[in-house]
């Protein structure tokens, strides 16, 4: 059983910033790509953010320059600091791991339960 768990959500005005944080737990062989990803009210989810194991980072044209991703390997950890919020950054979002449970397994997707981050204007 894996469990991811974000946290660090919240209420901030326009300009303002937040820091998500993911803690993935459980039955982990391995993880690969971590992630973060949102989803708005009547929208799409969507890729906000990317890392790869060794620390390479993609990220969506929208959040470019104020938001990062960073990840502890050690503690199974992602985080998205989140910089110059905007009242279009509202939304649930939610961490991804791309993980094994064993050495001889496959890589899946393994999402958590969301966060909401509303940004006020």
């Known amino acids: 059983q894996v469990q991811l768990v974000e946290s660090g959500g919240g209420l901030v005005q326009a300009g303002g910033s937040l820091r998500l944080s993911c803690a993935a737990s459980g039955s982990i062989f391995s993880i690969n790509t971590m992630g973060w990803y949102r989803q708005g009210s009547g929208k799409q989810r969507e890729s906000v953010a990317e890392?790869?194991?060794?620390?390479?980072?993609r990220y969506a044209d929208s959040v470019k320059g104020r938001f990062t991703i960073s990840r502890d390997n050690a503690k199974n950890m992602v985080y998205l600091q989140m910089n110059s919020l905007k009242p279009e950054d509202t939304a649930i979002y939610y961490c991804k791991a791309v993980l094994k449970t064993s050495r001889w397994g496959d890589f899946y997707n393994h999402w958590g339960q969301g966060t909401q981050v509303t940004v006020s204007s």
């Open positions: 890392i790869t194991t060794v620390g390479s980072t």
